[in-house]
């Protein structure tokens, strides 16, 4: 039993996904705008929480992050870092084929803010 207990733990870990696992991941989206980081945050975090209410948002030293994350898992995660004419865009999503709940709704906040 104590085998079956550490191997299942063992596995609930390994399904664990952060940011920095996701960040790892191809992008599902890589655009840029003539927004600053701040500008454009602020455009996109309503729309990411209208469509799912577990979405976060922190400032960084190049910009912001957004985040939305679920059951120890970050399902999409936006990186908006600073450049030259404006700011990059980066999306990175955890299962981009699946349709989770509120995803059309989070990519669709990407574009539509540009």
Known sequence: MRIFVAALSLLILAGCVGPSDLAKN???????TSKSP???????FPKWQAARTDSSMVETETGYRLLVASNNMADELLEINKSSSGSKVVLYQRMPWSMMMGREAI??????CL
């Open 26 to 32: 191809k992008p599902s989206v890589t655009v840029s």
């Open 38 to 44: 701040k500008a454009y945050a602020l455009c996109v």
């Open 107 to 112: 990519e669709s906040s990407v574009r539509s």
